[in-house]
């Protein structure tokens, strides 16, 4: 039998039993979109947190206390990182450009005795709105200058709090920052964050400087230093350097993370996040597979006077087996097709609604594809061997 | 052209075994009109069967144009089957689906040939039939005797070295049923096709030129 009247038989087979195909077909349809719609989404997600891997730059590390104890001993490790050893970084590590520590306060924010929800303080120096490609919407970022001052500078989303609550020019305005009163000094532009390297809310946060910070709260620790590296020295160098260098401090236990080392470590976070929603994805379409298997093993049964004519006719058993495989693989194909454009469609929506940056997987259309087809020939391999092995007289005499 | 030399079957229905052919020999010469007569349950089918290569006797053997065809694996015995055996059946058995020349033009497909020359084959069976008329039809708007000329065309459509027909009359009234026997023997005498025919007519089985009886597995011949 040629290719061309296989396709044909099995077309016309499925035009039959309209009902039944339809049927079948939405089962196969949801089951690859909703893969195609998962594995969609995975990359979507992961490419919007690179973005802002790829914003900052690759040549910025992180510097942080270790919290994992070696050598057991709890009083050393728990020192915090000193200001004075922070910002001596760049003098005695010679791959370092600049570093800019920064202090989490949880104080609550209020302007004009409203308290404006959401919002903490982040101890930080100048150097901070650099590394951190900070935009400056108005006025100036917090200097060197205002050691120990209250000047602060707000994050876009306080700034249009502060404007809701009627605030008209905002540089030189005051704010309220837990017991303290501040100078407004800027605005930030809206920044993206959450992600992995600006590890705080940058358009909720009102910056301050450091010492003010360290004067106002005693208790107040440096949680994270963001160093950058020199342009011709590799991060890998101003890691090591870095790690010598915080030995012979008070706190000689502390992990510096490249950013590349946290694009791997997100990346194969991200690989997982995908595979498991690709995972939740093949769920369905197993139960679509099984619903092709159960609609061909009808269409065998109830075709089995055809098998035995076609027999008489002199059909092989291979001519019988891929006739119906033929119609499965057909079926979970065009299945197939309808999956990719539901999913994609369905991952153009989620993505629209979230304010991701849309794009078409083709990694998923060609395991779309790829995938159908297989669940087509596995889901139809056993109907159709029970076809091409019926006994021809017995096939010839069933009603 | 065909022989049958002493061809045995035996069905194995649990721990007891049945004979159902004791031994048949049977030798059709080519351009025969053959008809083989019997009561139901005598084994006519069995044979039937075996001589259509449906089936394998237990023992025997079994020649078409002088090969040995009865021990043969299953996609060889398909192939013979395709190639030199044309069935007619009691109940038409053509395909629903399908129109009157998709019907007819069923058996080359499974030869391979192209498409134009299995149309333009099944046309010209067809029209030996007449029923080219007919060819868009399908078997649901036809009458027995009509599918039974469809049915016939497609057995013919392969060119194939037997005609084995099963009955063929036994689901029509006598008139069409002597219509299709008409056929059988115009076929027969003009285009010195073989045929045969079973039945358990007697007045199907004296038009023919040579009848055999079968009676408790074994032929008598007349």
Redesign the interface.
């Known amino acids: 039998m040629t290719l061309k009247s296989h396709i044909k038989a099995a077309a016309r087979s499925l035009y039959a039993a309209k009902q039944r195909t339809i049927l079948a077909l939405i089962g196969i349809t949801i089951g690859i979109g909703s893969v195609i719609a998962m594995v969609s989404i995975g990359t979507i997600v992961s490419e919007e947190a690179l973005k802002q891997f790829k914003e900052m730059g690759t040549d910025i590390l992180t510097v942080r206390k270790d919290y994992r104890f070696e050598g057991g001993d709890f009083q050393k490790a728990d020192v915090p990182i000193q200001l004075n050893d922070a910002l001596n970084i760049p003098a005695y590590c010679p791959a370092v450009l600049a570093v800019a520590p920064y202090v989490k306060v949880e104080a609550e924010i209020s302007y004009t005795g409203k308290k404006i929800s959401g919002s903490s303080a982040l101890g930080v120096t100048q150097s901070f709105s650099n590394l951190n490609k900070f935009g400056i919407e108005s006025g100036r970022f917090i200097s060197d200058l205002d050691k120990y001052g209250h000047f602060c500078v707000i994050g876009n989303s306080i700034y249009q709090k502060m404007k809701e609550l009627g605030a008209s020019s905002i540089i030189g305005a005051k704010i309220k920052l837990g017991e303290s009163i501040f100078t407004i000094a800027g605005v930030l532009k809206k920044t993206s964050g959450g992600g992995l390297m600006r590890q705080f809310e940058p358009n909720e946060s009102a910056y301050i400087h450091i010492t003010t910070v360290m004067r106002l709260k005693g208790n107040a620790e440096i949680s994270t230093i963001t160093a950058q590296t020199k342009p011709d020295s590799s991060p890998r160098s101003a890691q090591k350097q870095i790690k010598e260098y915080f030995k012979k401090t008070k706190t000689p236990n502390v992990r510096v993370v490249t950013a590349e080392e946290l694009i791997e470590n997100m990346q194969k976070q991200m690989r997982l996040f995908t595979l498991l929603l690709g995972a939740i994805g093949s769920i369905s379409l197993i139960v679509g597979g099984v619903g092709i298997m159960n609609i061909m093993l009808v269409s065998v049964s109830e075709r089995r006077k055809e098998i035995g004519i076609s027999r008489a006719l002199g059909a092989r058993r291979k001519d019988i087996q891929s006739e119906f495989l033929f119609e499965s693989v057909i079926l979970s194909l065009v299945g197939g097709a309808i999956g990719i454009v539901i999913g994609v469609l369905l991952s153009f929506i989620v993505s629209y609604f979230s304010k991701w940056e849309f794009m078409v997987s083709y990694m998923a259309i060609f395991l779309g594809v790829f995938v159908s087809s297989a669940v087509g020939i596995f889901f139809g391999f056993y109907p159709a061997r029970q076809a091409s092995m019926l006994d021809p007289i017995v096939a010839l005499r069933s009603e | 052209m065909l022989k049958l030399a002493d061809i045995k079957k035996t069905y194995k229905i649990g721990p007891t075994e049945m004979e159902v052919l004791k031994g048949v020999n049977l030798e059709i010469a080519q351009g025969e009109l053959l008809s083989i007569m019997g009561q139901s349950g005598c084994g006519k089918s069995t044979l039937m ?1 075996i001589i ?1 290569l ?2 394998k006797p237990t023992s025997g053997s079994y020649f078409i144009e002088g090969r040995e065809v009865s021990y043969t694996d ?2 060889a015995l ?2 013979i ?3 030199k055996v044309g ?1 007619v ?1 009691q109940q038409y ?1 053509l ?1 629903p ?1 399908l129109t009157a020349l998709d019907n007819v033009g ?2 080359l ?4 040939e ?2 134009d020359s299995i149309k333009q084959k099944a046309i010209e069976f067809l029209t030996k039939v007449d029923m080219h008329e007919r060819a868009r039809h399908r078997p649901s708007e036809l009458s027995g005797g009509q599918q039974q000329r469809v049915a016939i065309a ?1 057995a013919l459509v ?1 060119k194939p070295a037997i005609i084995l027909a099963d009955e063929p009359t036994g689901a029509l009234d006598t008139r069409v049923g002597q219509e299709i026997m008409n056929l059988f023997k115009r076929l027969n005498q003009e285009e010195g096709i073989t045929v045969v025919i079973i039945t358990h007519d007697l007045n199907i089985a004296k038009q023919c030129e040579r009848f055999v009886i079968m009676k408790d597995g074994v032929l008598l011949d007349k």
């Open positions: 069967n259509g449906l089936d299953d996609d398909s192939d089957r395709n190639r069935f059946f058995n395909l689906k069923r058996p497909i499974y030869r391979g192209d498409e497609r392969g």
